[in-house]
């Protein structure tokens, strides 16, 4: 994949990842000097521990020269790299505009495992493209088929959308863009139509979250409510959600026009298909390690190492051979590894500042003693705004439902409810966020210009929105 096509012609600005993310991070830089800083008190004192409601208090920021200059360096290093003991700030200060490049290298080295975890995937893929196997497997499965569109796309988009919305997988995706992307383009489809299919299929089930354990372990206990519990309603949604998604992609796909697909009837070659099932083992490895043993980005950079190793050799290719194919594998992913650095670097900015918890303090302010069918709503609207500052989930729920499920349960909507309007929010903007460090890795990763998936993704976002205000006035109604 060459990324250098990005860069070329009248469009190199416009809209390109990079200069989106510097964009991201001026405008987050400029809020920390607009919005007042504060905190909530946090429980057991950890940064990142659960707010405690009612504790906010505005704390004094002095808006100076001395606050262009950067910050005086943290002693993290005089201690042997260890973290700080967390004391309760007096004051805060605005974020200086030299964050604009200090804030990224920051947030690679706060992304460091993601981010490994990425290019030594992009050196897997490398081995796996030189040993033809792909392509053999693909030529395969079209033959299997027919090349008809109609049934693949609607088989890969659920086995990808329930791996999200049951297992919560959403990074392991990375690892199957390039295949999905391969088996649209043998089908005489675009690369935006591969995409589609995996991404739309993916972002639907993390939206719905069914039995999510990223997600409802962090949400639902937060709120009381058991975990898991409420998976009912959710799966409906999940249901209707994607099978919107699958009838858009497949309109997609009679848009481009027919083409006649021919595919190779021959039967996969012992090499082949040894080495297509070392790809399949390292699938299943990547489920059961994550939610069995708890792998995160680490073990599964590891992982791929491995995989590596085992599709060459399994291949035939002498040493040399793979390891230059894994070296331009893993250059490959440079873009994208730099994406998902500049995106933590943007949350970094908005918590160095301590503008989040103002910001909350605010929401929470305004949606007390409303209608409950209106706060429910307006709760899922508010998450999706605070989805542009902080994509991460588990962040965002530890930041904001402590502080807006009491809230609602005072006007009465259930902590079921807010759960279901926080998952709704944060899986509708996650499937545009410009702030997204994983979206802009699956463009990047694919060689999409995030400008060709907005257009193409913001009617869907507009339908999935209005069926989500419905699907959580709905939940209030039936007490759900």
Same mark, same amino acid.
């Given at each position: 994949m060459n990324h250098g096509t990005q860069y070329k012609g009248t469009r190199r600005w416009a809209l390109d990842p990079v200069m989106m993310m510097f964009a991201a991070l001026a405008v987050a830089i400029a809020l920390t000097w607009m919005?007042?800083?504060?905190q909530f008190e946090r429980k057991g004192g950890a940064p990142n521990g659960l707010v405690l409601p009612g504790t906010y208090r505005e704390l004094p920021k002095a808006l100076n020269g001395n606050a262009l200059l950067p910050p005086p360096a943290s002693k993290k290093a005089e201690d042997?790299? $260890?973290?700080? $003991? &967390? @004391?309760?700030?007096? &004051?805060?200060?605005?974020?200086?505009?030299?964050?604009?490049?200090?804030?990224?290298p920051e947030g690679l080295v706060k992304s460091s495992n993601l981010i490994f975890m990425i290019l030594l995937l992009g050196g897997m893929f490398g081995v796996l493209r030189t040993s033809g196997a792909l392509d053999a497997g693909i030529e395969r499965l079209l033959s299997l088929t027919g090349?008809?569109?109609?049934i693949?796309?609607?088989?890969?988009?659920? &086995?990808?959308s329930a791996g999200s919305t049951f297992l919560g997988l959403i990074s392991e995706y990375l690892l199957i863009i390039p295949i999905v992307i391969a088996l649209a383009e043998r089908m005489g489809r675009s690369k935006l139509f591969g995409f589609a299919m995996l991404t739309l299929a993916a972002k639907v089930g993390y939206l719905a979250s069914v039995t999510n354990p990223v997600a409802l372990l962090i949400a639902q206990p937060i709120v009381g409510a058991p975990a898991f519990s409420g998976a009912g309603l959710r799966f409906a949604i999940w249901a209707v959600f994607l099978a919107i998604a699958i009838a858009v992609v497949l309109r997609m796909g009679r848009q481009v026009g027919k083409v006649q697909v021919h595919c190779d009837h021959r039967a996969l070659s012992l090499r082949h298909l040894a080495v297509l099932l070392v790809v399949a083992a390292t699938i299943? /490895? /990547?489920?059961?390690?994550s939610a069995n043993f708890g792998w995160r980005d680490a073990q599964f950079a590891s992982l791929f190492v491995v995989s590596a190793l085992l599709i060459g050799a399994t291949a035939g290719m002498s040493p040399r051979e793979g390891a230059h194919a894994f070296v331009d594998g893993m250059k490959s992913m440079m873009l994208a590894a730099l994406l998902v650095g500049m995106a933590r670097g943007v949350e970094l900015v908005l918590r160095d500042g301590m503008i989040l918890d103002t910001i909350i303090a605010f929401a929470s302010h305004h949606v007390a003693m409303l209608p409950p069918v209106i706060v429910a709503p307006l709760v899922m609207l508010f998450e999706m705004f605070l989805t542009l500052l902080i994509p991460s989930t588990s962040a965002k729920?530890?930041?904001?439902?402590?502080?807006? &499920?009491?809230?609602?349960?005072s006007v009465g909507?259930?902590?079921?409810?807010? @759960? /279901?309007?926080?998952l709704l929010g944060n899986g509708l903007v996650n499937m545009f966020a410009p702030t997204s460090g994983m979206l802009l890795a699956y463009l990047a990763t694919a060689n999409i210009p995030y400008s060709t998936w907005f257009r193409f993704v913001l009617p869907v976002f507009c339908v999935f929105t209005a069926l989500s205000t419905a699907a959580v006035m709905i939940a209030v109604l039936i007490d759900y």
């Open positions: 919005i007042p800083s504060g042997g790299g $260890k973290e700080p $003991k &967390a @004391v309760a700030p007096t &004051a805060a200060r605005p974020v200086s505009p030299v964050a604009l490049v200090t804030a990224i090349g008809r569109v109609g693949v796309t609607p088989v890969v988009m659920i &086995a990808i299943l /490895l /990547l489920v059961v390690g729920a530890a930041l904001s439902i402590p502080i807006l &499920a009491p809230i609602a349960h909507v259930s902590g079921q409810t807010t @759960v /279901l309007a926080f």
